[in-house]
């Protein structure tokens, strides 16, 4: 947990250093908040117009006039700070990784804050903090914002909906050629990292070894992979629902039959052992800094050592295949040498993981 | 209110009436509330493709490769349906008269909901339905879609986000000369509508005559404004905070001052009514379907004609003038000859507005 010590209340919050209804309201409560919090976090020109909407130069902001991305996700992710992470961090990786799963380099961000009533000024400062920092790692500029607050009990501390804009490299072509048997299942490194850290945080179960989230962003992975094989069949991320739910996703919209094996997925010792503990599948546990991608068979070999010269794709491994066998399904060979349906989860295991 | 009992609840949904944490987790019974709710209202062919992102083709999507216009606004207005609109048209409407606002012809929308566990899904149904609607009549597309559940108790029905992006048409100046003495302030019509029907049907208030929020995209009106003046020197809708917030804003912003005179402020007499009864300010109560406009004087004739020829903005008036006295003041010059400073409202007269 941050110390929220260190996010003294601004000079123009002295008055008021916890979240009331008026600070929703539009007038000068309002613009206190704005320019205590948000603009002195995420100043850049584009922003700093305060207009109802910021105009984006295509030639002189964007330098390009080919093909844009855009994504919308909203963050509602329990409790605010996690290990590894926080909501603000996430609220930028989450969005700028489903730009990058387009190919995308990601541009700009809106942010949309839905604050409850009572939230203290300081965890808010703190959590905006974490989120300009993101925004700055993954090089977006958060360009319009907006903030609603609501009745203490009506909302959750904070709720984040970040929207993104990307721009479309190009002679990228993800997605351009179908899905086809012999292509490769790869995937960036280890998986259920984040699902195991805000389980084990939020019903309080302490393991050995620490579990941190890991919260990424992925845009510089895609491109190092693009740069090597502009033809990436798809790239999706795992996230709520985890990799089960994304295969299944591949298999049912594409027609394929996907067949992974057991003993390649990539797990972290300590997520295994809690997983193992709480009878919970890897394969169904969110993750915010890994992705899949299938490629074709001839450029396998190439993407996977571009994934692992990157930082975020040092363990990447090839999880299995398409095959033109049960199509629509996803199968796993088993490390003793058996088959088994994975199927597509219901739910979720764990609500409010992002 | 409406009759939920025309929203029956789509086939897919039929053993799950109501909202549950599962239908934010990513799987199948996500996947089900997206097909038989969003799709089923929104489907358009860059929706459809369910992709993490959406990719826009600048050339075939926008048709266009100058400058875009981006906006987020996030809606938490209760109650969810009230007289002359709901959250479903006035997160469609908010959105695309903010990307307006900066001259721009509104595009595609995204979408993000955070729906309360136990919302009956017939309801959620209801909303997208007057989304679907709104989207239709404004020529705006919703390309992107996020949907998260919160439990019960940390939500309130349905919140909505929508980010929007625009193109601004060549030759559109819409801020590209400053606001100067003798500037005209023009206003499109009638103020107050939608604080005052949120305000009745929240309170249990009823008045002689029926008072309907003004929801309604402006983008139109605002096209045929700057079809004869497009050097606009300022757009801006007057929601939270009212004309009065937006006034001030304008004045502190430019350094101007601005005079209004009172007789000129167009307030439909129920309205008038209901305020004077509960001792509220027309000028600080919200609108949805009005925008004020500061325009060279020599242009403000033209202009205003350009205004009453339209559906949204027939009772457009002269509001008043930009002034070289008092510097970043707003005033009135009141009925019987007076002068009162308009001041910058602190908090909200009514929270949850839109």
Redesign the interface.
Known sequence: MPDFSNFACPVLLRDCPHV????????????DLIEGIFLAAFSNSLLDR?????????AADLGH????????????VRPLFFPGGSIGDLAVNGTV???A??G?RPL?L?????LEEGLPIAELAAVVARMAVAARAAGVRI?????????R????GV?I?T????V?PDGVAV?REPVQPGDAVLCSGTIGDHGMAIMSVREGLSFEAAIESDSAPLHGLVAAMLAVCPEIRML??P???GVA?ILNEIAT?TGAGIEIDEEAIPVNPPVAAACEILGLDPLQV?NEGKLLAVVPADAAEQVLAAMRGHEHGKEAVTLGRVVAAHPRRVVMKTAIGGTRVIP??????L??I?
Do not use: W
């Open positions: 009331i209804l008026g600070h929703g309201g539009g007038g000068s409560l309002s613009r305060l207009d109802d909407s910021t105009v984006l130069d295509l006039g080919g093909r844009l991305a855009v994504s919308t996700d909203s963050y509602v990784n489903d730009l799963m387009s995308a700009v809106t942010a949309g804050f839905i360009v319009a914002g907006d903030t609603k607050v609501v009745e009990g009506h909302g959750d709720y909906n929207s993104g804009i990307g479309v997605g999706r991320d996230t709520r629902g739910t919209r969110a597509m989860p219901i739910g979720e295991q609500p409010r992002c």
